[in-house]
Nanobody, 115 residues
Framework: QVQLVESGGGLVQAGGSLRLSCVAS????????MGWYRQAPGKQRELVAG???????NYADFVRGRFTISTDNAKNTLYLQMNNLKPEDTAVYYC?????????WGQGTQVTASS
């Protein structure tokens, strides 16, 4: 079992920045993938950014150039640096960890960018 605790969400004005953190704990032997997803009201959950255990990253087109995903493996922590936030980035952001074949989710953290 893997437990995930997210933090760092909040309310900012459009153009502002936030950094999300996700700390993983539990029976962690090897993490295959870590990612951030988001879900806005009335919409499906979507991938924002991901990073593999080899360090390869991928970003959704709508955040590329504004958001940066990174990890601190010593602390089992995943980060998402979000710059130039837009009102359309408003959503609940979820941390996801894949330990094949299991997927784990955090409880979510609200991010609101006001216009």
């Amino acid at each position: 079992q893997v437990q995930l605790v997210e933090s760092g969400g909040g309310l900012v004005q459009a153009g502002g920045s936030l950094r999300l953190s996700c700390v993983a704990s539990g029976s962690i032997r090897r993490i295959d993938f870590m990612g951030w997803y988001r879900q806005a009201p009335g919409k499906q959950r979507e991938l924002v950014a991901g990073i593999t255990n080899g360090g390869s990253t991928n970003y959704a087109d709508f955040v590329r150039g504004r958001f940066t995903i990174s990890t601190d493996n010593a602390k089992n922590t995943l980060y998402l640096q979000m710059n130039n936030l837009k009102p359309e980035d408003t959503a609940v952001y979820y941390c996801n960890v894949l330990v094949v074949p299991h997927a784990y989710w955090g409880q979510g953290t609200q991010v609101t960018a006001s216009s």
